[in-house]
């Protein structure tokens, strides 16, 4: 008996906060100045960075952290699906549009010898 009594206060204790937890009930306050401020002016960046991108003509895929180096921005190519990349410090959209312009011109350039080549083997 002696041993029963604390063993239920325990898991007693246990389902309180199981519960409480489960239905939303309990909640860890917010840190101040913490993760809250980090997110938004993660998101604020993230949408400068695709509205640069869009004005540019290319489709916004994220940011990719490099320590050590400058961050990229990545966007795909409309034409081809391809991701390039451009330095997060000098992304404008005519930087964006350049190159896609010089991508979307290599593409074009490969594609047209490969048909080439094709067209001679046969």
């Known amino acids: 008996m002696k041993?029963?009594?604390p063993v239920l206060c325990i898991v007693y204790a246990l389902a309180v906060v199981f519960l409480g937890k489960f239905f939303g009930m309990t909640s860890n306050p917010p840190t101040?100045?913490?993760?809250d401020v980090k997110k938004s002016l993660d998101e604020v960046e993230a949408d400068y960075f695709?509205?640069?991108v869009k004005n540019g003509g290319g489709q916004y895929v994220g940011i990719q952290e490099?320590?050590?180096h400058d961050d990229l921005v990545l966007f795909n190519s409309p034409k081809t699906g391809s991701t390039l990349a451009v330095k997060a410090g000098a992304?404008?959209?005519d930087a964006v549009a350049t190159r896609l312009a010089l991508h979307e011109d290599k593409w074009s350039t490969?594609?047209?010898q490969r048909s080439l080549e094709s067209q001679t083997v046969l």
């Open 32 to 35: 101040p100045g913490g993760n």
């Open 3 to 5: 041993t029963i009594v």
């Open 66 to 68: 490099c320590e050590g």
């Open 91 to 93: 992304c404008t959209s």
């Open 110 to 112: 490969c594609n047209s």
């Open 50 to 52: 695709k509205r640069i």
